[in-house]
């Protein structure tokens, strides 16, 4: 996410510094070099502009840091380096620049918030964070500089003061819905699962048409163990969203793990019709398949499943496991030397000898 950091167009003239020279011919040859310097400077600053809506970055890199070898006081040169440093993704060198500019213009929040989004790229998320406390110090109420900080923190996992900062967010901001779901994302990871749902709850109040709210709420509900009052909720995201593929798989395993197979599978067959490539839906389809010994429907749901996701083991496994179960042992064998393969690969050991146990019993019945 980058905000438009700063005006390159609006770049003050140069203020040169002309000494006082006995001569009234040293003066005058003084004042002709330095608006010599000051039209070449300006002609610098304005193809740099025109290279950067070129998206010729090198070039326009080039001219500004020839624009810094004639003025080493301006920080709105310094800034227009670090911004076309961002631009070509190089965000070390970007902080660099805009740390120069922060030297030469110490109150300016704006390049305290570059100089944040900077570090945060770079990995350098805790420095950052400094960053972006600064531009919030210099400029409170600008809701990009706290949401700026919200993000590093997350990146940093300090989870605590990224929950004080998303709270700063909605008071700046009641209506700001991704702050509620970040806060309230935290919140349950967090395992405060009251705390979010209260949250939740009155954001959905303000959002009743929200499906994104109403499956977090959802999900609050689950792992606070109220299964009966996250159906209702799923229920009514379903009438909000009746696309949102995330709703019927988050019900069809609420369904699995109260053993209604049928109605579980059902929801699995939905979310497949929403969004084909879905591998959970599809593994969760095979396991009830499974489940009811329909063999031929689970070979064919975890033969899907080895296409969508042919790096997860458990495909290969349990479609092993199918195949075995309608006597197609050299198929069986085959998917299950897949799965040992990719298990070995994962360095899941345990799962890698259940597996070998099943290859070497079907390889007895061959």
């Given at each position: 996410?980058?905000?438009?950091?700063?005006n390159?167009?609006?770049v003050?003239l140069i203020?040169?510094?002309?000494?006082?020279?006995?001569?009234?011919?040293?003066?005058?040859s003084?004042?002709?070099?330095?608006?010599?310097?000051?039209?070449?400077?300006?002609?610098?600053?304005?193809?740099?502009?025109?290279?950067?809506e070129?998206?010729?970055?090198?070039?326009?890199?080039?001219?500004?840091e020839?624009?810094?070898?004639?003025?080493?006081?301006?920080?709105?040169?310094?800034?227009g380096?670090?911004?076309?440093?961002?631009?070509?993704?190089?965000?070390?060198?970007?902080?660099?620049?805009?740390?120069?500019?922060?030297?030469?213009?110490?109150?300016?929040?704006?390049?305290?918030?570059?100089?944040?989004?900077?570090?945060?790229?770079?990995g350098?998320?805790?420095?950052?964070?400094?960053?972006?406390?600064?531009?919030?110090?210099?400029e409170?109420?600008?809701?990009?500089n706290?949401?700026?900080?919200?993000?590093?923190?997350?990146?940093?996992?300090k989870?605590?003061?990224?929950?004080?900062?998303?709270?700063?967010?909605?008071?700046?901001?009641?209506?700001?819905?991704?702050?509620?779901?970040?806060?309230?994302?935290?919140?349950?990871?967090?395992?405060?699962?009251?705390?979010?749902?209260?949250?939740?709850?009155?954001?959905?109040?303000k959002y009743?048409?929200?499906?994104?709210?109403?499956?977090?709420?959802?999900?609050?509900?689950?792992?606070?163990?109220?299964?009966?009052?996250?159906?209702?909720i799923l229920?009514?995201?379903?009438?909000?969203d009746?696309?949102?593929?995330?709703?019927?798989?988050?019900?069809a395993?609420?369904?699995?793990?109260k053993?209604?197979?049928?109605?579980?599978?059902?929801?699995?067959?939905?979310?497949?019709?929403?969004?084909?490539?879905?591998?959970?839906?599809?593994?969760?389809?095979?396991?009830?398949?499974?489940?009811?010994?329909?063999?031929?429907q689970?070979?064919?749901?975890?033969?899907?499943?080895?296409?969508?996701?042919?790096?997860?083991?458990?495909?290969?496994?349990n479609?092993?496991?199918?195949?075995?179960?309608?006597?197609?042992?050299?198929?069986?064998?085959?998917?299950?030397?897949?799965?040992?393969?990719?298990?070995?690969?994962?360095?899941?050991?345990?799962k890698?000898?259940?597996?070998?146990?099943?290859?070497?019993?079907?390889?007895?019945?061959?």
């Amino acid at each position: 996410m980058l905000f438009k950091l700063l005006n390159l167009a609006s770049v003050n003239l140069i203020a040169l510094v002309i000494f006082l020279i006995p001569t009234l011919a040293k003066t005058e040859s003084s004042l002709a070099i330095a608006q010599t310097n000051q039209l070449e400077l300006n002609n610098l600053l304005l193809k740099g502009k025109q290279y950067v809506e070129e998206q010729n970055f090198d070039k326009a890199l080039e001219n500004y840091e020839y624009a810094a070898t004639l003025d080493q006081n301006n920080p709105q040169i310094f800034s227009g380096i670090g911004y076309v440093q961002t631009l070509r993704k190089d965000y070390n060198a970007a902080a660099a620049a805009y740390q120069q500019a922060i030297a030469l213009a110490p109150d300016n929040p704006k390049l305290y918030y570059a100089l944040g989004y900077s570090l945060g790229n770079a990995g350098k998320n805790l420095l950052a964070a400094k960053a972006y406390e600064k531009a919030i110090e210099l400029e409170p109420d600008n809701i990009q500089n706290h949401l700026g900080l919200g993000v590093v923190l997350l990146r940093a996992k300090k989870f605590e003061p990224a929950i004080d900062t998303y709270y700063r967010i909605l008071a700046l901001a009641p209506d700001n819905v991704q702050a509620h779901k970040i806060i309230t994302g935290i919140l349950v990871e967090q395992q405060r699962y009251t705390e979010a749902i209260k949250l939740l709850k009155s954001a959905i109040e303000k959002y009743p048409h929200l499906a994104e709210l109403q499956l977090q709420l959802a999900n609050a509900l689950l792992y606070q163990g109220n299964e009966a009052e996250a159906i209702q909720i799923l229920e009514l995201a379903k009438e909000n969203d009746p696309q949102n593929h995330l709703i019927y798989l988050q019900t069809a395993d609420i369904l699995y793990q109260k053993k209604n197979l049928d109605g579980a599978l059902a929801e699995y067959q939905q979310a497949t019709r929403l969004r084909s490539d879905s591998a959970v839906a599809v593994e969760g389809m095979g396991k009830i398949h499974l489940a009811k010994q329909d063999y031929f429907q689970a070979i064919l749901a975890f033969r899907r499943l080895t296409e969508i996701s042919p790096n997860n083991p458990a495909g290969y496994h349990n479609l092993g496991i199918a195949l075995k179960a309608r006597n197609r042992n050299q198929e069986a064998v085959t998917a299950f030397n897949q799965a040992l393969k990719l298990y070995k690969r994962a360095g899941n050991t345990q799962k890698a000898n259940k597996v070998a146990v099943l290859i070497e019993e079907v390889n007895n019945q061959l």
